[in-house]
């Protein structure tokens, strides 16, 4: 669970940057000999957004893009 923007430019650009984390993670484990290693990949993207919201603390920043957030949103990686 993450504050949020609920702004879907910010979803977009969160799911690129969390792929290429993972795919460099995944190159420097090959390069590194660990070919052996397990690494999951995959890009983050909202799961839910819950109906039922307590509210965002005024002055809280989205968890991804540091604009004010609006919502909590549940994030997980789809791998």
Same mark, same amino acid.
């Given at each position: 669970?993450?504050?949020?923007?609920?702004?879907?430019?910010?979803?977009? !650009?969160?799911?690129?940057?969390?792929?290429?984390?993972?795919?460099?993670?995944?190159?420097?484990?090959?390069?590194? #000999? !660990?070919?052996?290693?397990?690494?999951?990949?995959?890009?983050?993207?909202?799961?839910?957004?819950?109906?039922?919201?307590? #509210?965002?603390?005024? #002055?809280?920043?989205?968890?991804?893009?540091?604009?004010?957030?609006?919502?909590?949103?549940?994030? #997980?990686?789809?791998?």
């Amino acid at each position: 669970m993450a504050p949020w923007c609920n702004v879907q430019q910010c979803e977009i !650009n969160c799911k690129e940057r969390s792929k290429n984390d993972s795919m460099a993670a995944l190159e420097e484990s090959k390069e590194a #000999g !660990n070919e052996e290693e397990a690494l999951l990949t995959g890009a983050a993207k909202t799961l839910c957004i819950p109906n039922e919201q307590t #509210g965002v603390e005024k #002055g809280k920043k989205c968890f991804a893009c540091d604009t004010p957030a609006t919502c909590t949103a549940l994030w #997980g990686r789809s791998y």
